[in-house]
């Protein structure tokens, strides 16, 4: 019975992430304008006909920035957790793998990483940057930077898998037969690794969103117009009751729906690791 | 029998008298004590960047030094009026170069150290130290010279300025008097509170400085107040939220988006003095040795360009949108707010992007597929700072970024924390274009002197020019110079009206919009009186009360 919920739960998880990437990939022809257009006689307007979740204090079309921002976040946070997955194994596997000083040296270098305030780093890497960065260019960033600082945890965890690997029974026996160093660790390490790779690029992906809104509440994150959803999360920060504009909600709901979406995945996907 | 019952009656009346007696006095003191004391909390939008009262460029340090300062003569922000200070009385010479003071006796600085004439001089000759740079002194700089100070007793002092200052005595509103001898240097103050405590990045605490001189009608010493808690919290949605919450007592200077909303629900707390003199501009970064590409220094420093921004500008839609009508187009230098001072013969800017375009095109730039372009065929891209967490100046930077696209500039919009923003706008000029606010202080230009002069460090758009480097400053310096040297306020008057018109011409400071002043005060404080001049509500901080907690 667990089973049969858990996969239903699964299901519409899928369908609710394959709804919400196909709606946002179409945004072009969904939205009834651009993200930008200000329609300035119409300033803060509630939910109509002509603006589905009103506008917003500049008179944007908030249906149009929702389904844009979707797209902006919910393509560019799998892109960091990517790019921070490949470097975890880079560096956690490999370490794990050769072991000795080579693991000693990155855990060494990751608990460093792991224990500076990434807050604050961020804050100032973002206000280091060259201020005359096109909006797409400062999203691309804002996704890179996190993408760059976001391996730590992951390398810990392949480095701890792939010690165990290499002490385990089939490497040992691949060893003594003769098989190279390099053959061994693409054939018999890699593939065994996958799983928790995986799993790893799951997990960084909600993380990631949530890091982005964070730092859109911060104002240092995706410029102005573009939409994301920190930008349209920071509508939030004045308001004092759920029922004075609940419209105004839909982002968190979205946000909430999506990242609950992907744990239920994830726990699929932890499944297969174990 | 009838003796007894009348015996007692009389005793209980009498009793009872007593009682009553003894409560109204009991009352009384209560309230007297409840009046003197409670700790009055309100939020400063940035770090102090200075507890030097001289040094003082910024709001946060102005706050301050207002609070903590002792000044000679007080601007009482109400009647607009200049009343007597740590001076009893006060006398400018008529060629208006010398100021003449008789000091209050028995006066004490916060650590006892005996306040005297010598504070004085000490202190002037610190404000008009080149090497101090202070924007306070600037005010005062009205030709070449040194400044002599006379002390001819403990309690008078004369000082001699090179040249005649206008409205002398008013600026003296912004000179807290420093202690020559004591210890603590800046710390030894004269005002009605004293730093107590400063955590960086939280809060600066303020107490009741125990030496100030100053009682009230009843004869009671002022302040009533134990102490001021200052935190320090650039985020004005969290401000509002702990006011709401009643962990603040006041918000000096409140978002139209937030006054709607508490008018709404609480009309009695939201507070609107009309008008004010605040304006919110934008400028070019127009300093040569900026680290900018040359082609960007040609444009910023073209004021056909400026013009023509300033005319892309839709000035009613920044008034109307992003402050929700509680804000004026701006027109120039000085809010039509300030009755005597303003030039009622400029005009309200107009919106035209086909003007805009002409005055362009006048320059050389041409459009490409809905890019503009210069002569040299760059592309006119340029970056708009200002600081995180101003909902007002981000969203205006939002519309102005959506007017100058019409006329095919691109514009990147970028928050920063307030400390990087001013480290760029006043260490290393690394920025093209900044929206930011001018608090006006006083009614008198004199008070913008800082702005004006080229050389001085708050000439923002390029500061601390060895001579003036192009010929409207020259004039804007002369002119400024000129009405400041004068006591005859229709020849001021013509001045400043000129330096006025240079300035709408010429658009160092393209002004925006002039705000209303909206601002907040919970039901528990006594005593509050909002007003359009800065401190807006805490004006007459000695006199405000809260209940003790």
């Known amino acids: ?274 | 029998m009838k003796q007894h019952d009348r015996g007692s009656k009389q005793l209980a009346y009498r009793c009872g008298s007593a009682i009553a007696v003894a409560l109204i006095c009991l009352g009384s003191l209560l309230g007297q004590l409840s009046a003197q004391s409670g700790e009055l909390r309100f939020c400063l939008r940035a770090e102090p960047k200075t507890f030097n009262p001289l040094k003082v460029e910024e709001d946060s340090s102005g706050a301050i030094r207002y609070l903590t300062g002792g000044v000679l003569v007080r601007v009482n922000r109400q009647t607009q009026e200049l009343e007597p200070g740590l001076a009893q009385s006060w006398k400018v010479s008529k060629d208006g170069r010398q100021i003449s003071f008789r000091l209050r006796s028995g006066i004490s600085f916060s650590d006892g150290t005996p306040f005297t004439a010598e504070d004085v001089a000490f202190t002037v000759q610190q404000l008009m130290d080149p090497a101090l740079h202070s924007p306070t002194g600037d005010a005062f700089r009205s030709g070449t010279g040194n400044v002599e100070t006379k002390v001819i007793s403990p309690t008078q002092i004369s000082i001699r300025f090179p040249s005649q200052v206008a409205g002398l005595d008013r600026l003296f509103d912004q000179v807290a008097i420093l202690s020559q001898h004591s210890p603590k240097k800046e710390m030894a103050v004269l005002g009605p509170f004293m730093v107590a405590d400063y955590k960086p990045g939280s809060e600066v605490l303020l107490k009741r400085n125990p030496n100030y001189w100053k009682i009230d009608e009843q004869g009671r010493k002022l302040p009533y107040l134990d102490s001021i808690r200052l935190d320090i919290q650039p985020n004005r949605d969290v401000e509002m939220l702990r006011f709401k919450r009643g962990e603040l007592d006041l918000i000096n200077s409140l978002d139209s988006e937030y006054f709607d909303k508490l008018a709404a629900t609480s009309p009695q707390l939201a507070h609107d003095a009309g008008a004010s003199l605040d304006s919110e501009q934008l400028w070019f970064n127009e300093v040569a040795k900026s680290p900018i590409p040359g082609y960007k220094k040609n444009w910023f420093r073209s004021a056909n360009f400026r013009r023509a921004i300033s005319e892309a500008i839709n000035r009613e839609d920044l008034s109307r949108v992003v402050f929700r009508g509680h804000a004026q187009p701006a027109m120039g230098p000085f809010s039509p707010a300030n009755k005597f001072w303003f030039n009622p013969n400029l005009k309200p800017q107009t919106y035209s992007p086909d003007a805009a375009m002409k005055s362009l095109q006048s320059e050389g730039f041409r459009l490409e597929n809905g890019t503009l372009k210069d002569k040299d065929g760059n592309t006119v891209v340029f970056s708009i700072i200002t600081n995180a967490g101003n909902k007002s100046r981000e969203r205006m930077a939002v519309l102005i970024q959506d007017d100058l696209q019409k006329i095919g500039i691109h514009v990147n919009v970028v928050t920063l924390d307030f400390p990087s923003l001013i480290e760029r706008m006043t260490q290393s000029f690394d920025y093209e274009a900044i929206i930011l606010g001018l608090t006006n202080v006083d009614l008198d230009p004199n008070g913008e002197m800082n702005v004006w002069l080229s050389s001085s460090d708050s000439h923002q758009w390029n500061p601390q020019q060895k001579t003036p480097e192009t010929p409207w400053e020259a004039e804007i310096d002369r002119l400024m110079r000129a009405q400041a040297s004068t006591s005859d306020l229709k020849k001021r008057k013509e001045a400043f009206d000129r330096v006025q018109e240079i300035v709408v011409e010429q658009q160092p400071f393209i002004f925006l919009v002039n705000k209303n002043a909206l601002s907040a005060v919970s039901a528990n404080v006594h005593g509050a009186a909002p007003v359009i001049l800065s401190p807006q509500t805490f004006w007459n901080a000695e006199r405000l009360s809260v209940p003790a907690k």
């Open chain 1, 1 to 274: 019975m667990r089973s049969e919920s858990m996969n239903l739960g699964r299901k519409l998880a899928c369908a609710v992430l394959v709804l919400v990437l196909a709606a946002s990939a179409a945004a072009n022809w969904l939205a009834p304008a651009g993200y930008a257009r200000q329609y300035r006689d119409a300033t803060g307007a509630p939910p109509s006909r002509a603006h589905w979740l009103g506008t917003d204090e500049i008179g944007r079309d908030r249906f149009a920035r929702v389904l844009y921002g979707t797209r902006i976040s919910l393509l560019l946070a799998p892109a960091a957790a990517f790019l921070s997955t490949l470097m975890a194994a880079f560096i956690g596997g490999l370490a794990g793998y050769l072991g000795g000083a080579w693991a000693r040296i990155a855990m060494a270098v990751t608990d460093l990483f792991l224990s500076l305030p990434w807050l604050f780093l961020l804050i100032t890497a973002r206000a280091l940057m060259p201020l005359n960065v096109s909006p797409l260019v400062s999203v691309l960033v804002t996704f890179l930077l996190l993408g760059l600082l976001g391996w730590t945890t992951a390398a810990r965890v392949l480095c701890t898998t792939a010690a165990s690997l290499r002490s385990s029974d089939f490497v040992r026996q691949a060893r003594a037969v003769g098989l190279p160093g390099q053959r061994l660790f693409w054939i018999h390490v890699v593939p065994n690794l996958k799983p928790v790779l995986y799993a790893q690029f799951w997990i960084s992906i909600p993380v990631f969103i949530l890091s982005e809104a964070n730092l859109g509440i911060l104002g240092l994150g995706v410029a102005e117009p573009m939409p994301s959803w920190g930008s349209l999360l920071k509508e939030l920060e004045g308001m004092v009751s759920v029922g004075e504009e609940p419209w105004k909600f839909v982002p968190l709901i979205l946000l909430v729906v999506v990242v609950t979406s992907f744990q239920l995945l994830l726990s699929r996907q932890e499944e297969i690791a174990a």
